[in-house]
C-alpha cells in the first residue's frame, strides 16, 4: 500500500508513541499521557492496543492479534487484516512465531521469550477509578504510594461473597511501587505477568495512557494475609484437546443444558490436538458421543 | 490535664486571605494533650477556615502549626512535605466532617469504612480488619449485624458516629471536628455528645471542635475561643467565658441562646 504512512500512523506520531512506551518501561507500571490519535475504529476496540503496535512494528516483524485468546473472532480478524494493508506485515496465529502479539483480555497459554512483545489492548488504565472518580486525586494516591483502597475493594469482595470475587482486572503491584490494572485479563493470567521475558506493552487508546511492564519484572498481586490471591479457572479440562492446564470458556452447545469447556487460546489448543491429544467431546475420542447423536439420544429417552 | 508540658499543637500566627477578604487573622493558641478547645462564632468567622488551615486541607498564607510528631517532636505541619502530611492525616489525626457524606464513602460498606484508614497505614490481615471494625462498631453503638451494610441505608446519626469510628480506629491522638452534631435532631445529638465525651476521656483525645452550637462547647470543651470576623476576640476557660463574657460580641452570643 503506498497510500498510508508504513502502520498507518505518520512517523512523527510513532515516535510520540516509542517515548511514552520508553517512559513507561523506564517506570514500570506508570501512566504515561500520550496524544492518543483517532484511529479508524471505535474506542473500546483497542484504538490504545493499535497505536502501540503501530508504534513497535518494524517490517521484519510477525504479527499476530487475539481476541481473548482467539485467532479468529471479529476484532482479532479486523486488526491482523489492518496491518496486513497498513503495513504489509506477516502475520501468525501461531505464539511462538509471532515477533509482536496484540492481546485483548488474554496472555497466551505458550510461555513467551525474549524476542517477543506482548501489546495490551486496555480499557480503563486506572485500577482506582471506581473507587476514587477524580483523576487529579488517583494521581496523587499513586504518587504518594497511598494504595489504602486499593484493599477496600478487595475487603468488599470478601465481606459480601466470602471470598476476593474480582476474577478479572485484579490488581497487581509492580515492582513494590505502583498499583497497575493489567487490563482486564482472567486472574488465572496474572501470575504469568511476573518475571516474564517478553516485554509488555499497556495501550489505552480513549484514555491516553501508556505503561509498560520491561522484562522481568516483579509483578505481585494484591490480596489479605489470610484470604491469599487465587489464580482460578473453571474446574474442567478442555473438550476439544483435553489440557487442563489452561485457561477454558464455557460454550453452550443447545437449549438443553448442554455445555463444554474448551481452550480460550485456540492456537494453544490447535497445537495440542495436532500434537495428538484429544479431549472428551473431540471428534478425534472414539468414546465421545457426538453432538448429533447426544441430541438423537436424548430424543429416544 | 496532663504532667506532660509540652503542647501537642501550637499555632501560631496563623492567617489566611481570600483575596482582599480576611478567612482568618493572625490565630495563635497552644493545645495540650488530652485537652479539648471549643471554637465558637457566627457563620462566617472564619472557624472552618481556620480548621482547614490546620488540618491541611487548606495552606495559610501566614503561621505555623507545629505538631509533637510521634517520631520527630514539634514539626512544622504547614511546610512538612506533603507525603508526611497525608500521612500525619490517617495516623494521629481525624477530621469528623459536619455531613457525614463528606467523610464517609457511601458506596462501600460500614466494616469497609472503618477498615480503610487500617489498610492505608499497611493492615493485610481480613480477619483483623474486621474485628477491629465490628469492635469500633460497637463503641459507637452500631449493631454488628449492620457491619455489611452501605451507610446509605443508615440515619443521619448512625453515619455520623460511623464517620467518628472510621475516624478513631488508628487510635489518632488529635481530633478536628467540623460541626459534628449539625444537621442532627437534639436527642441525636445529646446521645452523640455523649458518646464523644466517653471516647475523648476514655482515649485522652485532644479535640477541637467547631462549632456554633454553644452547648456543644460546654459539654465537650475545656477552652473556649469565640471568633468573630477572621479574628479570635476573647478565649479562655469554657466555663469563664460562658459565664461572664467579656467581649461586646461574646455577650451577645451567649444572651442568643434561648433559655427553656
Known sequence: ?301 | MSADLSPLLSVKGISKYYGAHIGCADVSFDLYPGEVMGIVGESGSGKSTLLNCMAGHLAPDAGEVVFDTRADGPKDTVTMSEPERRMLGRTDWAFVHQHARDGLRMGVSAGGNVGERLMAVGERHYGDIRGKATDWLGRVEIDADRIDDRPTTFSGGMQQRLQIARNLVTGPRLVFMDEPTGGLDVSVQARLLDLLRGLVRDMGLSAIIVTHDLAVVRLLADRLMVMKSGRVVESGLTDQVLDDPQHAYSQLLVSSVLQV
Open chain 1, 1 to 301: 500500500m503506498t497510500e498510508y504512512n508504513f502502520a498507518y500512523l505518520d512517523e512523527q506520531t510513532k515516535r510520540m508513541i516509542r517515548r511514552a512506551i520508553l517512559k513507561g518501561l523506564a517506570i514500570p507500571g506508570y501512566q504515561v499521557p500520550f496524544a492518543s490519535r483517532e484511529m479508524p475504529m471505535p474506542y473500546g476496540w483497542g484504538t490504545g492496543g493499535v497505536q502501540v503496535s503501530a508504534a513497535v512494528l518494524t517490517p521484519e516483524d510477525r504479527f499476530k492479534v487475539i481476541d481473548q485468546g482467539a485467532d479468529d473472532t471479529t476484532n482479532a480478524v479486523s486488526i491482523r487484516s489492518f496491518f496486513e494493508r497498513t503495513a504489509g506485515v506477516a502475520t501468525t496465529t501461531t505464539t511462538s512465531e509471532a515477533s509482536v502479539i496484540q492481546t485483548r483480555h488474554r496472555v497466551p497459554e505458550e510461555a513467551l521469550t525474549e524476542d517477543q512483545i506482548l501489546v495490551y489492548q486496555v480499557p480503563i488504565p486506572e485500577p482506582l477509578r471506581f473507587l476514587e472518580p477524580r483523576e487529579s486525586e488517583t494521581r496523587k494516591m499513586h504518587s504518594l504510594e497511598e494504595y489504602g483502597l486499593m484493599h477496600v475493594k478487595l475487603y468488599e469482595d470478601i465481606a459480601r461473597h466470602g471470598h476476593i470475587a474480582t476474577s478479572y482486572a485484579y490488581p497487581v503491584k509492580v515492582e513494590g511501587r505502583y498499583v497497575m490494572d493489567p487490563s482486564p485479563i482472567p486472574k488465572f493470567d496474572n501470575p504469568k505477568l511476573g518475571n516474564m521475558p517478553a516485554i509488555q506493552l499497556f495501550g489505552a487508546g480513549r484514555e491516553q495512557r501508556i505503561y509498560a511492564l520491561p522484562p522481568y519484572t516483579q509483578v505481585v498481586s494484591l490480596d489479605f494475609e489470610d484470604h491469599p490471591f487465587e489464580a482460578s479457572k473453571a474446574d474442567h479440562s478442555c473438550g476439544l484437546c483435553g489440557a487442563t492446564d489452561s485457561y477454558l470458556d464455557e460454550v453452550i452447545t443447545d437449549d438443553q443444558g448442554g455445555r463444554m469447556f474448551v481452550c480460550s487460546d485456540t492456537d494453544y489448543c490447535e497445537g495440542r490436538r495436532a500434537a495428538g491429544f484429544f479431549g472428551e467431546m473431540s471428534a478425534e475420542n472414539p468414546s465421545a458421543p457426538t453432538m448429533t447423536t447426544q441430541r438423537n439420544l436424548e430424543f429416544q429417552t
